[in-house]
């Protein structure tokens, strides 16, 4: 039996892609904060197919020990792919943002991402149809105003992506790296962005995704040869592509970059 992992899979795009993969018949670990939602997302992927086993993991992951317990508590599974959707944001200028907050931000956006994708590309680099799929933004791409240093985590995920999947292809290596680069999507990202109690997206925002349409587009990027998914924040429109940011190749020694 083969697993595919899905982060921060309680609500929006993570609960939306794990639904995808259980039509797809996918076996699934679940990991987020909320353990109540990752039941009640067990419960839904049951009336789909109850036959697939769902394991659910209460974690949270902006603590960087519980990366390596999660990681270690699946040893004993078969795993084929992986995708890092855990992740949150804030809306605030940089002198204004609240350190207290950004500090977790840091910690789930940049370095969460980054020990999972080390450890699962150690175990599975060799193993023949493994992906690694890590969720971005369009905001990882460009900065935006009183979001920039969300932006930045996010520039950090797709360049560390696509650098990966570019070291991995140079390799011969037999997994492959992919980063899904939403724009606005229905979730609850605004929600916590803006501390609020509740964010309605209907009639406030003027174009955006439902989390069920970038599950979609995942699936679009899961069964692509390409690297990249990205929206297209002027058309909305979702476009696979080759990577964006440039790359070289070093020494087997590595080479000095200034």
Not at 113 to 122: A, D, G, H
Not at 137 to 159: P, W
Not at 168 to 184: D, I, N, Q, R, T
Not at 218 to 237: A, N, Q, R
């Amino acid at each position: 039996m083969k697993y595919t992992v899905i982060t921060g899979a309680s609500s929006g795009i993570g609960y939306a892609t794990a639904l995808a993969f259980a039509e797809r018949g996918k076996n699934l670990v679940l990991a987020a904060r909320r353990a109540d939602r990752l039941e009640e997302l067990k419960r839904e992927i049951a009336k789909i197919n109850h036959n697939l086993d769902v394991i659910v993991k209460a974690v949270d992951l902006s603590v960087a020990e519980n990366t390596h317990t999660f990681y270690d508590s699946l040893k004993n599974f078969e795993l084929e792919t992986w995708i890092n959707n855990a992740g949150f944001g804030d809306f605030a200028s940089v002198g204004e943002q609240n350190i207290n907050k950004i500090k977790p931000m840091l910690h789930l956006n940049i370095e969460a991402t980054t020990i999972l994708s080390s450890l699962f590309v150690r175990d599975y680099e060799n193993v023949e149809g493994t992906q690694l799929i890590n969720v971005s933004s369009a905001a990882g791409y460009i900065m935006i105003s009183n979001l920039v240093t969300y932006s930045a985590t996010k520039f950090y995920v797709s360049a560390f992506t696509e650098g990966l999947a570019q070291e991995l292809k140079s390799k011969g290596s037999k997994m492959k790296a992919k980063v899904l680069a939403p724009a606005v999507t229905e979730t609850e990202f605004e929600q916590h962005s803006l501390d609020l109690d509740e964010f309605q997206y209907e009639g406030q925002v003027p174009k955006f995704h439902t989390s069920k349409e970038m599950a979609g587009f995942m699936l679009d990027l899961y069964d692509s040869d390409k690297i990249v998914g990205i929206v297209d924040e002027s058309t909305y429109e979702f476009q696979l592509k080759n990577p964006i940011f440039p790359f070289r190749e070093g020494s087997k020694k590595g080479s000095a970059v200034s």
